[in-house]
Every structure is written in C-alpha cells, then in structure tokens.
C-alpha cells in the first residue's frame, strides 16, 4: 500500500464518519423532540388523573333546592 492510497483510504473513512455523524445528530434531535411531546402529554395526563381522582374523592354536593326523591 502506498502512501497516497493509504491517505485517500484515511479521507475516505473520514469522510463516511463525518455523513453519520451527522445523520446520528439527526436522529438524536428528533429523539429529543419527540420525549420533549411525550413528556407533555404525560405532565397532561397525569393533571387529569389528579383532577378526576380528586373528583371522586370528594363526596357529592346535593343541590339545596332538589328535593330528596321520597318526596
């Protein structure tokens, strides 16, 4: 192996580690993103499991003109 065609195997392989260095980048930002929307969606959905178990924790309110139904 020559000198030349052992630097144009080095550029090469540099070259290539360079177009998935980026293409990686790639992946891992839209990665983010998404864990970014699914991180919303659960802090959403955990509010609305709060807001409902409250619900039923708390006992009824009876309307104070409704009449009892034995009436």
Same mark, same amino acid.
């Given at each position: 192996?020559?000198?030349?065609?052992? @630097?144009?195997? *080095?550029?090469?392989?540099?070259?290539?580690?360079?177009? !998935?260095?980026?293409? $990686?980048?790639?992946?891992?930002? &839209?990665?983010?993103?998404? @864990?970014?929307? *699914?991180?919303?969606?659960?802090?959403?959905?955990?509010? !609305?499991?709060?807001? $409902?178990?409250?619900e039923?924790? &708390?006992?009824?309110?009876?309307?104070?003109?409704?009449?009892?139904?034995?009436?």
């Open positions: 192996m020559t000198n030349d065609h052992a @630097i144009e195997d *080095l550029q090469s392989r540099l070259a290539f580690q360079e177009q !998935t260095l980026m293409e $990686l980048n790639a992946v891992v930002a &839209s990665q983010a993103l998404h @864990i970014d929307r *699914l991180e919303q969606q659960i802090r959403a959905l955990a509010g !609305t499991y709060r807001d $409902l178990r409250n039923m924790d &708390s006992p009824p309110a009876a309307p104070a003109s409704e009449k009892p139904p034995h009436y």
